[in-house]
């Protein structure tokens, strides 16, 4: 039996929700979906300068735990950038 899911906060409101390579048509573009979890570690971690302690104490998970949403987080964001592909935050 799995274990049951933290809540975990978050408070990383973005302006936009969709985020797309400019000059090419919506219906050219795939997706990467990144969860708000994975943009609140982004941000914690990455814009605010939090080390990873800091930032699962602020999202109330485990470090273990905020080391692989991160991981997650920044993979989608790269994979969107090298492959010109649209972010949609979840």
């Keep these: 039996m799995p274990r049951p ?5 978050t408070r990383c409101n973005p ?9 090419i048509p919506m219906h050219d573009l795939e ?3 990144l969860e708000r979890d994975e943009l ?7 814009y605010d ?3 990873h302690e800091e930032g699962a104490e602020k999202m109330n998970v ?9 991981e997650k987080g920044r993979y989608k964001i790269a994979e969107s950038i090298i492959k ?3 972010i ?3």
Excluded: M
């Excluded at 470090?63 to 949403?69: E, P, Q």
């Design 5 to 9: 899911c933290k809540h975990r906060r």
């Design 84 to 86: 010109g592909k649209a």
């Design 88 to 90: 949609k935050i979840n």
């Design 49 to 51: 300068g939090l080390k």
């Design 62 to 70: 485990s470090r273990a735990t905020f080391g692989r949403i991160l």
């Design 31 to 33: 997706e990467v979906v």
């Design 15 to 23: 302006g936009s929700n969709y985020f797309k390579p400019r000059g």
């Design 40 to 46: 609140e570690a982004v941000k914690l971690a990455d």
